[in-house]
């Protein structure tokens, strides 16, 4: 096995880390390897997205999607409820489901 073959990342592989303020939520992530992973983050006031491309008519908005370690989502109204969903995939593959967080 070639070292390029030991970096490749596995997408069911992560850790999360959230942190709730009084106008922001932020949500954070890591996983091992080289190789970027996209990020999707879906916002809901009314519970988690059932789906990767859940959309307004399932109730969910699309508050990130790239592959940096970190999103934060300010200017939220303090002590409004929100449902975070969080996925992840190699560019180009299929979504993995990461997580739900609430606010």
Known sequence: MS?????ITDVNRRRVLTRAHEDSFTIAWDYPGRTLLEVRI???PEGPAASYDD?????QELVYQDV???????GLPPDAPYHYTV???HPGDAWVRWGEYAR
Do not use: I, K, N, W
Request: without cysteine; hydrophobic residues 30%.
């Open 3 to 7: 070292h390029a073959d030991e970096v």
């Open 42 to 44: 879906l916002r809901s």
């Open 55 to 59: 959309g307004p008519d399932e109730g």
């Open 68 to 74: 940096t370690g970190s999103f934060r989502d300010a």
């Open 87 to 89: 996925f992840a995939r």
